[in-house]
């Protein structure tokens, strides 16, 4: 890529005039429109579901029950039509939500895989079969004399999303495997919690449809035949594992939520309510009594900061499984403590020991040791998914970073608790018992730090009731998972590519035998790191950003190589957590990354002159002939040289030109392909400038070398700058010049660097896809900003031939987050003020210069 002004002197920057109506207006209804083309029946399905809240009332607290699915009405009264009424209503507005935004989302990419007509079909059939088999099942388990029957046959449902999860799960089985994969794991993992932890007949019906769905979904793609695709194994395991870890932590969450006390899994935060009373009678003062433990209990556990406390297990969870997804041995280590904790502390509470013992293993009815089975051994699932795929997750914190974070964690424990201690000796009144002795404060030193669910009834050694003592004990666990959490993030984050000499000494090294292309050089600069590959005889540059490793132009390697290398590349990535993201790659690699299945993309058109047998003659060549004469009329003269060849006065203004330039600039200036001074000073860098009759620089160009067998045959133009007041055509005097004498040089190849967001002349394609429709977008967006059109017009002077750069990646979920990696890689230092600034000269309302 060429770091040069926005837009070169001979093709000026023009502005629009501002549109009074928003030009945008009609572009967004015509999206709405194509949306509701492309997907007729989810929209539809979402007015209905508003249309029906509104009309009947439930979003303001009315449930119709003549027309909701249950037990009663389907099966006692046999209202025939509630299965399918119940599935075009719902029973409030924050369901009402939930569900259009399912139906437009998740449903409508079903709708499309399917057809609107199968879409609208299944529906309906595992919507209302699911309902069926539901009260058959509810009305077979009353008969049997279960608990959870007994209340779950009162519920009426309203829900719309049992045939959209029917539809969903059937859409899966034409999806990409990528996508059918996390579909179904994760989409199941979060039914089966939603029926264990609520356990009400909506979640139960939903779990019913979803396996209708699948089992329709198996009926209608036989045949089919799925584009390939390439996955690694490293990250989809880790994804599903991750979706997993998270999806089981919610279940607390979900027992809060539906406030359900009949569901198999529900007793495992039944502790977490607290009792409504507030205050202890003072007749325990004199009399400690069971009833007053309890009531103390009420008020430890009341309030914010016990809530807060209660969701640790959530929050761990959720921080664990973005670890996880990292690839992070700590989030792994984080997760294996947390599930077994839960499960130690969930059994301790629900007594597990109990199904050991036959006197009381004979009390306990047959769903009340299944829920204790199963409360017990779904955290231990866990801890047994996370062993056996414990080798996916090898991503270590420097030790430096671990111990910073074993440091910071004992550390705030250790004054947390001491101030705990110390607070509690000081305000002994405010204690239910009198004055805390050091040992009753110590002995129940982690009861503030652990949810009340996990713990066993208070004691009357320590009990604050009021206070500044009642208020510290209902505090310090927040604060101390407060710093816990964001000292995990701070883990995660801590690693990075170290800049290693003797790593980049070798890849020069291979530079210069040839391979990494005419845009091989960037990677020798600075930000880079080096993955060689066993052998050493092949190289990838590239550059991790957000968990992103960004390569950089082709893969030095030789002929023949090349995949071998390209694959050694992403296993590396893999291992490490990492999602290999093939920047600005030529279009030989192309085969490869296609037969992989990755997704690729053009992002942009590199410029390229064969040097043999070039002349600038012709009417072709007249923009460029024409000022190339005109400076050596004026006496513009060039030299050829390096940074630490040239004379100070020139390297002197060298840097002035450009930190005027710079400074100039409300934008931020842009780096990863786009080399500035600092690029200048490498030795192997060639400077061309044109120097008019006063000893003036009027143009700066730099030269990235290119090498085969050692000799150098091509050269790539990166740095371009020119004096305030330079001859007008200076960029096509200094750039034909420079052509004439790597030709004399005995150079094959002169490489005008990549234009981004550029297409070849005559090659818009005549069906863009939604990708390349961004792409343009985003190029006339930026072209006030970086002129980025301009300047590829300005190449296309030189006569090139053009050969399109790439870029490819196998997660095509993971495009938001690439797309960021590479915007911090362009503008890594770049101010919230210089953003500003670009964003008001994209719009142009700035004045940017």
């Given at each position: 890529?060429?770091?040069?002004?926005?837009?070169p002197?001979?093709?000026?920057?023009?502005?629009?005039?501002?549109?009074?109506?928003?030009?945008?207006?009609?572009?967004?209804?015509?999206?709405?429109?194509?949306?509701?083309?492309?997907?007729p029946?989810?929209?539809?399905?979402?007015?209905?579901?508003?249309?029906g809240?509104?009309?009947?009332?439930?979003?303001?607290g009315?449930?119709?029950?003549?027309?909701?699915?249950?037990?009663?009405?389907?099966?006692?009264?046999?209202?025939?039509?509630?299965?399918?009424?119940?599935?075009?209503?719902?029973?409030?507005?924050?369901?009402?939500?939930?569900?259009?935004?399912?139906?437009?989302?998740?449903?409508?990419?079903?709708?499309?895989?399917?057809?609107?007509?199968r879409?609208?079909?299944?529906?309906l059939?595992?919507?209302?079969?699911?309902?069926?088999?539901?009260?058959?099942l509810q009305?077979?388990?009353?008969?049997?004399?279960?608990?959870?029957?007994?209340?779950?046959?009162?519920?009426?449902?309203l829900?719309?999303?049992?045939?959209?999860?029917?539809?969903?799960?059937?859409?899966?089985?034409?999806?990409?495997t990528?996508?059918?994969?996390?579909?179904?794991?994760?989409?199941?993992?979060?039914?089966?919690?939603?029926?264990l932890?609520?356990?009400?007949?909506?979640?139960?019906?939903?779990l019913?449809?979803?396996?209708?769905?699948?089992?329709?979904?198996?009926?209608?793609?036989?045949?089919?035949?799925?584009?390939?695709?390439?996955?690694?194994?490293?990250?989809?395991?880790?994804?599903?594992?991750?979706?997993?870890?998270?999806?089981?932590?919610?279940g607390?969450?979900?027992?809060?939520?539906?406030?359900?006390v009949?569901?198999?899994?529900?007793?495992?935060?039944?502790?977490?309510?607290?009792?409504?009373?507030?205050?202890?009678?003072?007749?325990?003062?004199?009399?400690?009594?069971?009833?007053?433990?309890?009531?103390?209990?009420a008020?430890?556990?009341?309030?914010?900061?016990?809530?807060?406390?209660?969701?640790?297990?959530?929050?761990?969870?959720?921080?664990?499984?973005?670890?996880?997804?990292?690839?992070?041995?700590?989030?792994?280590i984080?997760?294996?403590?947390?599930?077994?904790?839960?499960?130690?502390?969930?059994?301790?509470?629900?007594?597990?020991?109990?199904?050991?013992?036959a006197?009381t293993?004979?009390?306990?009815?047959?769903?009340?040791?299944?829920?204790?089975?199963?409360?017990?051994?779904v955290?231990?699932?866990?801890?047994?998914?996370?062993?056996?795929?414990?080798?996916?997750?090898?991503?270590?914190?420097?030790?430096?970073?671990?111990?910073?974070?074993?440091?910071?964690?004992?550390?705030?424990?250790i004054?947390?608790?001491?101030?705990?201690?110390?607070?509690?000796?000081?305000?002994?009144?405010?204690?239910?018992?009198?004055?805390?002795?050091?040992?009753?404060?110590?002995?129940?030193i982690?009861?503030?730090?652990?949810?009340?669910?996990?713990?066993?009834p208070?004691?009357?050694?320590?009990?604050?009731?009021?206070?500044?003592?009642?208020?510290?004990?209902?505090?310090?666990?927040?604060?101390?998972w407060?710093?816990?959490?964001?000292?995990?993030?701070?883990?995660?984050?801590?690693?990075?590519?170290?800049?290693?000499?003797d790593?980049?000494?070798?890849?020069?090294?291979?530079?210069?035998?040839?391979?990494?292309?005419?845009?091989?050089?960037?990677?020798?600069?600075?930000?880079?790191?080096?993955?060689f590959?066993?052998?050493?005889?092949g190289?990838?540059?590239?550059?991790?950003i957000?968990?992103?490793?960004?390569?950089?132009?082709?893969?030095?390697?030789?002929?023949?190589?090349?995949?071998?290398?390209?694959?050694?590349?992403?296993?590396?990535?893999?291992?490490?957590?990492?999602?290999?993201?093939?920047?600005?790659?030529?279009?030989?690699?192309?085969?490869?990354?296609?037969?992989?299945?990755?997704?690729?993309?053009?992002?942009?058109?590199?410029?390229v002159?064969?040097?043999?047998?070039?002349?600038?003659?012709?009417?072709?060549?007249?923009?460029?002939?024409?000022?190339?004469?005109?400076?050596?009329r004026?006496?513009?003269?060039?030299?050829?040289?390096?940074w630490?060849?040239?004379?100070p006065?020139?390297?002197?203004?060298?840097?002035?030109?450009?930190?005027?330039?710079?400074?100039?600039?409300?934008?931020?200036?842009?780096?990863?392909?786009?080399?500035?001074?600092?690029?200048?000073?490498?030795?192997?860098?060639?400077?061309?400038?044109?120097?008019?009759?006063?000893?003036t620089?009027?143009?700066?160009?730099?030269?990235?070398?290119?090498?085969?067998?050692?000799r150098?045959?091509?050269?790539?133009?990166?740095?371009?700058?020119?004096?305030?007041?330079?001859?007008?055509?200076?960029m096509?005097?200094?750039?034909?010049?420079?052509?004439?004498?790597?030709?004399?040089?005995?150079?094959?190849?002169?490489?005008?660097?990549?234009?981004?967001?550029?297409?070849?002349?005559?090659?818009?394609?005549?069906?863009?896809?939604?990708?390349?429709?961004?792409?343009?977008?985003?190029?006339?967006?930026?072209?006030?900003?970086?002129?980025?059109?301009?300047?590829?017009?300005?190449?296309?002077?030189?006569?090139?031939?053009?050969?399109?750069?790439?870029?490819?990646?196998?997660?095509?979920?993971?495009?938001?987050?690439?797309?960021?990696?590479?915007?911090?890689?362009?503008?890594?230092?770049?101010?919230?003020?210089?953003?500003?600034?670009?964003?008001?000269?994209?719009?142009?309302?700035?004045?940017?210069r």
């Amino acid at each position: 890529m060429t770091s040069t002004d926005p837009v070169p002197d001979s093709a000026p920057a023009q502005h629009a005039p501002a549109d009074p109506a928003p030009p945008s207006m009609p572009r967004r209804l015509r999206a709405v429109a194509a949306y509701a083309r492309a997907n007729p029946f989810s929209v539809a399905l979402a007015l209905i579901t508003l249309a029906g809240g509104l009309v009947f009332g439930t979003f303001w607290g009315r449930f119709p029950q003549e027309l909701a699915a249950g037990l009663v009405t389907t099966g006692r009264l046999a209202y025939g039509w509630t299965p399918v009424t119940a599935l075009l209503l719902v029973d409030s507005l924050i369901s009402g939500i939930l569900v259009i935004l399912l139906t437009l989302t998740v449903g409508a990419y079903a709708e499309r895989r399917l057809g609107t007509v199968r879409a609208i079909v299944l529906f309906l059939v595992t919507g209302i079969v699911a309902i069926l088999l539901g009260v058959g099942l509810q009305a077979l388990l009353v008969a049997w004399g279960s608990d959870w029957a007994d209340l779950a046959s009162l519920d009426l449902v309203l829900d719309p999303s049992l045939g959209v999860v029917g539809m969903i799960m059937a859409a899966s089985a034409l999806a990409p495997t990528l996508w059918q994969r996390r579909i179904r794991v994760i989409g199941f993992t979060l039914l089966l919690m939603f029926a264990l932890y609520a356990g009400d007949s909506d979640s139960v019906f939903r779990l019913i449809s979803g396996v209708l769905g699948l089992l329709a979904g198996a009926a209608i793609s036989r045949g089919a035949v799925l584009a390939a695709w390439h996955r690694s194994s490293f990250r989809e395991v880790r994804t599903i594992v991750a979706a997993i870890v998270a999806a089981t932590g919610l279940g607390p969450i979900i027992v809060l939520i539906s406030g359900s006390v009949a569901a198999p899994l529900s007793a495992v935060v039944a502790g977490f309510a607290p009792i409504t009373e507030t205050e202890v009678p003072k007749s325990c003062n004199d009399d400690f009594t069971a009833e007053c433990l309890k009531q103390a209990d009420a008020i430890l556990t009341a309030g914010p900061g016990p809530f807060l406390v209660s969701l640790v297990p959530l929050l761990l969870a959720l921080l664990a499984a973005w670890g996880l997804r990292r690839g992070r041995r700590a989030a792994w280590i984080l997760a294996i403590v947390v599930n077994a904790a839960i499960a130690v502390l969930t059994g301790g509470v629900l007594g597990v020991t109990e199904l050991l013992q036959a006197k009381t293993r004979d009390l306990l009815r047959f769903e009340e040791a299944v829920a204790i089975v199963l409360a017990t051994l779904v955290p231990l699932l866990v801890v047994m998914l996370l062993l056996l795929t414990r080798h996916r997750f090898r991503v270590r914190a420097p030790r430096g970073a671990a111990l910073q974070f074993l440091v910071t964690i004992a550390g705030a424990w250790i004054v947390l608790a001491a101030a705990y201690v110390t607070i509690g000796l000081m305000d002994g009144e405010n204690y239910m018992d009198g004055r805390p002795t050091i040992g009753g404060l110590v002995g129940d030193i982690l009861r503030p730090f652990v949810p009340a669910g996990f713990l066993p009834p208070v004691t009357e050694e320590a009990i604050p009731v009021d206070g500044v003592a009642l208020v510290v004990y209902q505090w310090v666990g927040v604060l101390f998972w407060a710093v816990f959490i964001l000292a995990t993030v701070r883990l995660y984050r801590a690693t990075g590519v170290e800049r290693d000499a003797d790593a980049e000494t070798r890849f020069r090294a291979l530079l210069t035998t040839g391979g990494g292309g005419t845009l091989g050089f960037m990677g020798t600069w600075p930000g880079n790191g080096y993955w060689f590959t066993p052998d050493g005889e092949g190289a990838v540059a590239y550059r991790v950003i957000n968990g992103i490793a960004l390569t950089m132009s082709d893969p030095v390697c030789a002929a023949g190589a090349e995949r071998e290398t390209i694959e050694g590349f992403v296993h590396h990535c893999e291992s490490q957590g990492w999602s290999a993201c093939f920047y600005s790659f030529h279009e030989r690699y192309l085969p490869i990354f296609q037969s992989f299945g990755w997704q690729y993309m053009s992002v942009g058109e590199e410029t390229v002159l064969d040097l043999p047998g070039l002349e600038l003659t012709g009417k072709a060549w007249q923009k460029v002939r024409q000022p190339l004469n005109r400076g050596q009329r004026e006496g513009i003269t060039t030299l050829w040289s390096t940074w630490h060849d040239l004379p100070p006065k020139y390297t002197a203004q060298i840097v002035a030109v450009s930190e005027e330039w710079v400074a100039n600039k409300k934008l931020p200036e842009m780096g990863f392909t786009l080399g500035g001074t600092e690029e200048l000073k490498d030795p192997d860098v060639g400077i061309f400038l044109a120097i008019n009759q006063e000893g003036t620089i009027e143009a700066t160009t730099s030269w990235l070398p290119s090498w085969t067998d050692g000799r150098i045959t091509g050269w790539t133009i990166d740095f371009m700058r020119r004096g305030d007041g330079s001859m007008p055509g200076i960029m096509e005097f200094v750039i034909a010049s420079a052509a004439l004498h790597m030709k004399e040089q005995g150079a094959e190849v002169l490489s005008l660097s990549g234009a981004p967001l550029a297409t070849k002349p005559g090659e818009r394609p005549a069906d863009p896809t939604v990708m390349d429709r961004l792409l343009s977008w985003l190029g006339e967006m930026l072209e006030p900003a970086y002129g980025f059109t301009s300047l590829f017009r300005f190449k296309s002077k030189f006569n090139p031939r053009y050969e399109t750069i790439y870029m490819a990646y196998a997660d095509p979920a993971q495009l938001g987050t690439i797309g960021m990696a590479i915007g911090n890689a362009y503008l890594p230092q770049a101010t919230p003020k210089e953003y500003l600034a670009l964003v008001q000269t994209i719009t142009n309302r700035g004045d940017a210069r």
